[in-house]
C-alpha cells in the first residue's frame, strides 16, 4: 500500500500559478510511474502531466508549457507547478503512483481558476 497526500490546491484567477504537491508514504524511486490527472464536474479524469522512475516526463497538451512536473527524492514528494492558469483548468487534482503493488490515488485537491 502507498498512500499519497496532496497539497496546495485553492482559489486563483486566470493567469496566476500554483503548485500541487504529493507526499508519497514510500519511497518514490520504487515506482513505475508518479503523475497527476484532474476530473472537471461531468468530465472523466484525465492525465495531466506523469514523471518516470527514471525520471522522464510527459504532458498533456493542453498543458504543455504552462504546467511542469518535478520530484524531489529526498522528500518523496512530487510537485505539480502550474503556471498561466485558466479557467478551463478548473478540477480536481489527483495524485496517482504506479507500483508493483498496484496503482494508488491521493483524496485529491480542488483548483480553481476564476475569469
Known amino acids: 500500500q502507498v498512500q499519497l497526500v496532496e497539497s496546495g490546491g485553492g482559489l486563483v484567477q486566470a493567469g496566476g500559478s500554483l503548485r500541487l504537491s504529493c507526499a508519497a508514504s514510500?519511497?518514490?524511486?520504487?515506482?513505475?510511474?508518479m503523475g497527476w490527472y484532474r476530473q472537471a464536474p461531468g468530465l472523466q479524469r484525465e492525465l495531466v502531466a506523469v514523471?518516470?522512475?527514471?525520471?522522464?516526463?510527459n504532458y498533456a497538451d493542453s498543458v504543455k508549457g504552462r504546467f511542469t512536473i518535478a520530484r524531489d527524492t529526498a522528500k518523496n514528494t512530487i510537485y505539480l507547478q502550474m503556471n498561466s492558469l485558466k479557467p478551463e483548468d478548473t478540477a480536481v487534482y489527483y495524485c496517482?503512483?504506479?507500483?508493483?503493488?498496484?496503482?494508488?490515488w491521493g483524496q485529491g485537491t480542488q483548483v480553481t481558476v476564476s475569469s
Open positions: 496517482n503512483a504506479l507500483a508493483h503493488g498496484g496503482a494508488f
Open positions: 514510500k519511497t518514490i524511486i520504487s515506482m513505475n510511474f
Open positions: 514523471i518516470t522512475s527514471g525520471g522522464s516526463t
